[in-house]
Structure formats: structure tokens, C-alpha cells
């Protein structure tokens, strides 16, 4: 929500770096678990995996490692000489080149996206090639948003060493509401914060089945409320983008539009005021220490003007409405 028109009313390393191992960037949420069936049948026991089937975990293991630690020599040396990748377009990449072009221009400071490879299946075709079909998960760095992305992957063992030859892309897992929310989850609980005399509180939830997020606010001045309301926060398949839509008890209502910028959520808002004028502004919350920070510029409504504001809240019970 924008409390200011609240209160007036009142590289390419990344790509290949997530690719390589199955996962698009285009899509940052965790995937949703399966529930079981409680009428299946049990499973068949699982045959134990073989001594080349876990060294080939193992390497792959150390592969996401070396991924997850910037180390470009250590992800070379894990492929063979001729190894090429394949994206989910068809265009084919020689691994190595692609490591020392890209990924090994990273400086050690800049944050990464973690990766990991969450299942998979691996059959071996000869004692000295194996196939494996798996499901990838990539956090990143800046918004904590996860992707889920299949690939299959071609080891070859050289010199009793297991190695990539292939990995293609197969394209990333469909996501839910609730997992292109996922990066807006930081929110959830109980905020409470003061400025300029006024106390401002929040109470952020997720909807039933996950689709939304929904925020319960207040603003008092002493005893006095100013105006309340509450907020949903969805993903907006038609944009896709993440947006916003406020009813308060004044009557305005308001739609917003959330992008990450640079550590910060960056909301653009549009609202109707009760008396049919309308209002725009930017601004922006901020997760720091635990706590969240709220900021908006001066801006004018109606002509009058609205001073430029900054709430830090604290995650806590904020006093009882």
C-alpha cells in the first residue's frame, strides 16, 4: 500500500550458471510439494544404488558446489574436453569455453544464486556412460525467489573419473501463485512502527491455498485511527508481475505494481480517491536487520503537498486494534 495517499485520504553468467544445471531465471519461486495419495499402493523398495551411481552424485554434488562458490576452475575441470550444454532453444555451447567466457569473469564479491539439485534418476547405458534426468532448484541472491528446472545430463567416465559430456535444458517447472509470490514472504506476521507522531501497524497473511498475501493496516495517532484497510498481493498472470489491490476506510481504493530494485520493492501506485480525484507515487519498502523500512518521496495531491515519509517497523505483535 502507498501510506502517503493512505493518510492524505485520511549477465550471462547467471543464465548459464542456472541453465547448466536445468534451471531458467525467468521464473524465481519454490515449486509445490505433492501430496501423497493415501489409497496408492506402497512403493516398491528401491533397489541400492551402485559404487558409479553415488560417485556420479557425488559429482554432481560437486559440481552445484563449485557453482554456489564462484569457482570456475573446479567447474571446468568437471567436464570433458569436448562437453557441450544445450538451452531449452536448441543452441549448443561448448561447456568449457562457455565457463571462462562467462562465468569466469564473476568477481568474488558479487552475490550468487544457490543451487542445488534436489532429485534425480541416473542409469548407466555402458560401465563407462551413465544418463541422468533431474530437478534443479536455484535461490537468488537478491530476492530469495527459487526456480525449479529440469534437465538430463550425460556423465562419461575417463581415467576413473566421472564427467560431464552433455546437460540439456528441458524447461522450467510451472509455478503457483503462491511460489511467484515466495520473494514477498519475508513479509508474513506483525509489524509495528512510529513517525511523526503517528504509530503505523500491520498484520501480513497468507489466503487460503497460498494465491495471495494479505496485509490488514492502521494508522493512529494516539488513540485517534486515521484510517484502516486492507491489501491483497498477487501474481498477476496477465502482466505477469507481481501487483496490488488497497481498499481503505476513507474509500480510496488503489491498484500498485511491485518490482525489485536494487534491495528494495518499488510499489507504483494509482488511486481513486472517495471523491473521484485520483493520485500517483512511488514508493519503496526494504527489508534491513530484520526489520522493514518504508519510504515515499514528497509528492502532491490535490495540491496539497505530502511530506516525504520513512517508517522503520519492527516484526512484533503490534497493540491490539
Known amino acids: ?54 560417485a556420479i552424485r557425488a559429482a554432481g554434488a560437486a559440481y552445484a558446489a563449485a557453482m554456489n562458490e564462484g569457482n570456475a576452475q573446479a567447474l571446468a575441470a568437471a567436464w570433458t574436453a569436448e562437453g557441450d550444454y544445450v538451452d ?36 548407466l547405458i555402458t560401465p563407462d556412460v551413465a544418463v541422468e534426468d533431474g530437478l534443479t532448484q536455484t535461490t537468488a541472491a537478491d530476492t530469495g525467489g527459487v526456480a525449479l528446472g529440469r534437465f538430463t545430463a550425460i556423465w562419461v567416465k575417463q581415467n576413473d ?48 491455498g497460498n494465491h495471495f498475501l494479505v496485509r490488514h493496516f492502521a494508522v493512529r495517532e494516539k488513540d ?42 518499488v510499489v507504483k501506485n494509482d488511486s481513486l480517491l472517495a471523491d473521484g480525484s485520483s493520485a500517483s507515487m512511488t514508493s519503496n519498502y526494504k527489508q534491513e536487520a530484520g526489520n522493514m523500512v518504508w519510504t515515499a518521496p514528497e509528492t502532491k495531491i490535490n495540491g496539497e503537498t505530502v511530506p516525504a515519509r520513512s517508517v522503520r517497523f519492527l516484526h512484533r505483535q503490534p497493540a491490539a486494534r
Not at 89 to 115: Q, V
Request: proline content about 3%; glycine content about 10%; some cysteine.
Open 224 to 265: 485517534q485511527a486515521l484510517v484502516d484497510g486492507t491489501q491483497y498481493i498477487g501474481w498477476d498472470a496477465d502482466r505477469k508481475a507481481i501487483r496490488s489491490w488497497t481498499f481503505d476506510s476513507q474509500g480510496t481504493r488503489s491498484e500498485g505494481d511491485w518490482e525489485f530494485v536494487e534491495g528494495a520493492w
Open 1 to 54: 500500500m502507498d501510506w502517503n495517499v493512505l493518510f492524505f485520504s485520511a549477465s550471462r553468467w547467471l543464465r548459464f550458471g542456472c541453465l547448466i544445471l536445468g534451471t531458467s531465471t525467468v521464473a524465481l519461486a519454490d515449486a509445490q510439494d505433492a501430496k501423497p495419495d493415501a489409497t496408492a499402493a506402497p512403493a516398491a523398495a528401491a533397489a541400492p544404488e551402485s559404487a558409479d551411481e553415488k
Open 88 to 123: 531449452s532453444s536448441g543452441e549448443h555451447f561448448k561447456a568449457r569455453d562457455l565457463i571462462s567466457e562467462d562465468f569466469g569473469g564473476l568477481g568474488k564479491n558479487e552475490p550468487r544464486h544457490h543451487i542445488e539439485v534436489k532429485q534425480s534418476r541416473i542409469r
Open 161 to 208: 573419473k566421472w564427467l560431464l559430456d552433455c546437460v540439456r535444458e528441458n524447461g522450467s517447472v510451472p509455478l503457483t501463485d503462491g511460489q511467484q509470490l515466495e520473494p514477498l514472504a519475508w513479509m508474513v506476521g506483525d509489524w509495528v512502527g512510529e513517525s511523526g507522531g503517528l504509530i503505523y501497524s500491520l498484520s501480513v497473511r497468507w489466503t487460503d
